[in-house]
């Protein structure tokens, strides 16, 4: 660390600016925001190394909007077509490895050491089974990057959810609502 720099000041995040690009923020960015953290659950400590150094080697890369408009048809039900029609009617983003959206680069990030978010899993026949001659309960597949959202790891039954205003002990009876304010200030005049 820098001189006078701590752990909440140093740039220890990294994120895909829709102004900036990929670039790296304080910790402390995100003091006043409702934030949740996504711990991937057994990850390996080497695996933890390599997804880092993926989204570090991504400083630098610009926004991909295209992504996020191909992420907006996808996701809205306009134009009125089958859902499953939908996947097909996308670019799947700009197709420019120097651009990113957040969630895409966790997800390419994670996906590089095949860490699973919400893989399509497919259950094996039993002739395919005996075909193969192995025993394989379930076969996942890795969906493409740019279909994630923010949302995806939060339902990712492989990362855990902390939420670090529970963890700090909240206190609900602490918080200072506008009706009370009102009735205080209104006692002192």
Same mark, same amino acid.
């Given at each position: 660390m820098g001189q006078g720099l701590d752990a909440e000041s140093s740039p220890t995040l990294v994120e895909a600016d829709i102004t900036k690009g990929v670039i790296t923020l304080p910790l402390s960015r995100y003091e006043h925001f409702s934030t949740r953290i996504c711990r991937p659950i057994n990850l390996s400590k080497t695996d933890c190394e390599r997804v880092i150094n993926y989204a570090v080697s991504r400083i630098g890369h610009s926004y991909d909007l295209k992504n996020v408009f191909d992420l907006a048809r996808y996701l809205l039900p306009t134009p009125p077509v089958p859902s499953f029609m939908r996947r097909r009617m996308l670019a799947l983003g700009s197709g420019d490895p120097t651009r990113a959206i957040c #969630? !895409?680069? &966790?997800a390419q990030a994670f996906q590089s050491v095949h860490y699973p978010i919400l893989p399509i899993i497919e259950k094996p026949s039993l002739k395919e089974? &005996?075909? #193969?001659d192995t025993r394989v309960n379930e076969i996942h597949h890795i969906r493409h990057h740019s279909l994630f959202t923010p949302c995806d790891f939060d339902l990712s039954p492989y990362f855990q959810v902390i939420k670090p205003t529970q963890e700090l002990g909240f206190d609900y009876k602490a918080l !200072?609502?506008?009706d009370q304010l009102k009735k205080k200030i209104q006692l002192l005049s």
């Amino acid at each position: 660390m820098g001189q006078g720099l701590d752990a909440e000041s140093s740039p220890t995040l990294v994120e895909a600016d829709i102004t900036k690009g990929v670039i790296t923020l304080p910790l402390s960015r995100y003091e006043h925001f409702s934030t949740r953290i996504c711990r991937p659950i057994n990850l390996s400590k080497t695996d933890c190394e390599r997804v880092i150094n993926y989204a570090v080697s991504r400083i630098g890369h610009s926004y991909d909007l295209k992504n996020v408009f191909d992420l907006a048809r996808y996701l809205l039900p306009t134009p009125p077509v089958p859902s499953f029609m939908r996947r097909r009617m996308l670019a799947l983003g700009s197709g420019d490895p120097t651009r990113a959206i957040c #969630s !895409t680069l &966790i997800a390419q990030a994670f996906q590089s050491v095949h860490y699973p978010i919400l893989p399509i899993i497919e259950k094996p026949s039993l002739k395919e089974q &005996i075909e #193969s001659d192995t025993r394989v309960n379930e076969i996942h597949h890795i969906r493409h990057h740019s279909l994630f959202t923010p949302c995806d790891f939060d339902l990712s039954p492989y990362f855990q959810v902390i939420k670090p205003t529970q963890e700090l002990g909240f206190d609900y009876k602490a918080l !200072t609502w506008n009706d009370q304010l009102k009735k205080k200030i209104q006692l002192l005049s």
